[in-house]
């Protein structure tokens, strides 16, 4: 069984993301074991990219600051393996196909289980490309994350059948970022999906507040958020982790219910 | 790779969120409905005829022959299309085919306004929404042509991420199509991009290979022994090969920008300087680090000023049916200075590359030899560029 399914065993999940090396790489660790420690039930580490067409201006300006500090993927690779001594929560990378392209799918599915990475969301790869990625994942057990978006409409059957890990449901058209208001009628979407798989789905894309986090889990098994977080460090740089960890327990909390 | 679509060799692809799937799925559709549809061929052919001004010229540079000595150089005139450039040739397939979808809103990207005003033509005279995003380092390059869009009714949004040139531009038209189908047409304006747009692209594009083979036939009663354009995403470069690329003795050559210079970091030619990855939904050859950041190039020109190039490009230089040469910014100046003075035709600074290798090229060859050199667009836009390359400060 995935380790990934450890995380919607504690009630509804709360998932925080982080951009690795944010503003440097020793206070993206420590804002992990703030999440952690906090109740976090996965985490998703952001391998920072040049060009994130998926990003809204918030997460695109945390990858830009990490790759000014020289952030690379073998530098993420050294943080996970140094997290792993203390961190047990399941975390997976987010990234771009390029990033993994460029190292060698293999290579990087290695380093992947070698380190303690359980899987990966490649906002960029949809079901029809994903075998060039998903058969080195199979060969080391890391789970290629699906995402179904809210015009996925007759593609959800077929991407929860080969489903992996969990299912990312993109809360609203567009990119990443904070919204007021959500508006998609997520409780259809999750329906289609629980009728072909029961690996269980989380929201993300524009969730902020607990009340929104609240309503997003209620329709489905957990939370996904970025933006939020990301302005945390914008704000309060290397102090961030401090705030990062009363945030998450605040979500987490209402996550609950 | 049992599902992907849209590959040529290991090529293509469709690297898209999946926000977007079933509207490139849509197009796909639609396209290869109306492609074999009569009244919108008709409809077409029309528009480029009466509105575009088509079929372009194919006119015998005699000057520029006697001038280099060697092959016999013809130019294939695609700056005397309407709005300046080969681009309206795509733009009116597009938006044709967008209006037929129930599209009210056309978005697009440009690197050195060409596209972008080919795109607000095409949606003043179809009654259509536009909005074209510009790197806004571009905006600068390019102020009449931010002006002319403007006139045209559309809305210019000038882009700030990244390096502000057109490879962020794609990037921001990319994030609007997601938050906005229902009603948007992504009208792409080059050989990129996921499928079915390097081939939808490229098939509007053939009309300048398919015309330009026919004129060589009559005026010199044999196929051309080369042919040339320059390469950025690659739209004129395939449109002047696709119909060439059955004839094996007909040598393609696209010219891409090379900046300051393949030895530099200052340089955009991607065949010559990067490897295979995946971006902006396709698998192809990009400027890129070890660790498959996109690099951020740079050319005199905005138009090739691209860190990619079509996935078929990549195919035809894989197989060695077409070569990939770099031309610098110095060499491509000369060469939009030379045809001005030569031949009394101001084209395009993109053009030029591929005038700045024909230069080069036909001395080379024998005096029974043709090439025939795309000029994609006409150069008045870039008159204050080259002016203050030269070190001479003109106001619009």
């Known amino acids: 069984m995935s380790n990934i399914r450890k995380a919607f065993e504690n009630g509804k999940a709360f998932i925080p993301f982080i951009t690795c090396g944010d503003p440097d790489l020793e206070t993206t660790a420590a804002a992990v074991r703030a999440m952690a420690e906090n109740g976090a039930d996965l985490i998703e580490l952001g391998i920072p990219f040049s060009d994130p067409t998926a990003e809204g201006p918030v997460i695109q300006g945390a990858n830009i ?46 380093r992947c289980a070698e380190t303690g990475i359980d899987g990966i969301i490649l906002p960029d790869l949809p079901f029809e490309e994903k075998e060039e990625f998903s058969e080195p994942a199979k060969k080391y057990g890391i789970d290629i994350i699906s995402l179904i978006a809210p015009t996925s409409a007759d593609r959800i059957a077929m991407i929860a059948k080969e489903a992996q890990g969990f299912i990312y449901v993109v809360s609203s058209l567009g990119v990443t970022g904070i919204r007021s208001e959500i508006s998609t009628d997520l409780s259809e979407i ?37 933006s939020a977080i990301i302005r945390l460090l914008e704000k309060h740089g290397k102090s961030a982790p401090e705030f990062i960890g009363d945030y998450v327990r605040e979500m987490k909390e209402a996550v609950i219910g | 790779m049992t599902n992907s679509k849209g590959r040529f060799g290991v090529h293509g692809g469709q690297y898209i969120p999946e926000t977007l799937m079933n509207a490139v799925i849509e197009l796909e559709k639609a396209y290869e409905h109306y492609k074999n549809d009569t009244e919108f061929n008709k409809e077409l052919t029309a ?60 978005i697009a990207e440009t690197g050195a306004g060409q596209h972008g005003v080919a795109t607000a033509t095409a949606a003043a005279l179809l009654n259509m929404e536009c909005v074209v995003f510009m790197g806004e380092e571009d905006t600068k390059r390019q102020a009449l042509n931010v002006y002319r869009m403007k006139l045209l009714g559309a809305q210019v949004v000038p882009v700030t991420s990244g390096t ?24 792409l304006g080059s050989v990129m991009g996921p499928h079915p747009f390097p081939t939808i692209v490229r098939d509007f594009q053939a ?76 698998k192809s050859y990009f400027c890129q680090d070890e660790y498959g950041q996109i690099a951020p190039v740079y050319s005199i020109s905005a138009g090739l000023d691209y860190p990619g190039i079509g996935p078929e490009h990549a195919h035809l230089h894989d197989i060695g049916r077409a070569e990939y040469v770099p031309v610098t910014d110095d060499e491509a100046v000369n060469a939009f200075e030379y045809l001005s003075r030569t031949e009394g035709i101001i084209p395009a600074i993109e053009s030029a590359h591929a005038v700045a290798y024909a230069m080069k090229l036909a001395p080379t060859m024998d005096k029974d030899k043709i090439i025939v050199i795309t000029i994609s667009g006409r150069g008045d836009k870039d008159c204050a560029a080259i002016a203050r390359y030269r070190g001479e400060e003109i106001y619009e």
């Open chain 2, 47 to 106: 528009l480029l005829n009466e509105y575009a001004g088509r079929p372009s010229l194919l006119y015998y540079a005699d000057k520029m022959t006697k001038d280099l000595g060697g092959a016999k150089i013809y130019l294939k005139r695609e700056d005397l299309n309407h709005t300046g450039s080969h681009k309206i040739n795509n733009v009116l397939g597009q938006a044709l085919l967008a209006k037929k979808m129930g599209k009210t809103r056309l």
């Open chain 2, 164 to 187: 502000a040139t057109l490879k962020d531009a794609v990037s921001e038209a990319m994030r609007e199509w997601t938050s906005r189908i229902d009603d948007t047409h992504y009208c």
């Open chain 1, 65 to 110: 600051r990490a790759l000014k500090g020289n952030v690379t993927t073998d530098k993420v690779f050294a943080l996970v393996e140094e997290l792993r001594k203390d961190v047990s929560v399941p975390m997976v990378f987010m990234t771009y196909a390029n990033v993994v392209y460029s190292y060698g799918a293999d290579r990087f599915m290695q």
């Open chain 1, 190 to 226: 999750v329906k289609v999906i629980r009728e072909n798989t029961d690996i269980p789905c989380a929201v993300g894309f524009g969730i902020s507040t607990p009340e929104q986090a609240k309503s997003m889990a209620a329709v489905s098994d957990g939370a996904i958020v970025g």
């Open chain 2, 207 to 282: 009309v300048i290979s398919r015309e330009s083979r026919a004129q060589i036939l009559e005026a010199e009663g044999r196929l051309p022994d080369a042919v040339i354009a320059c390469v950025g995403g690659g739209s004129n470069a395939i449109g002047s090969f696709y119909h060439y690329i059955p004839d094996k003795d007909v040598r393609l050559i696209g010219c891409e920008a090379a900046g300051r210079g393949i030895d530099t970091f200052e340089t955009a030619a991607t065949v010559n300087t990067g490897r295979l990855g995946i971006f902006h939904g396709m």
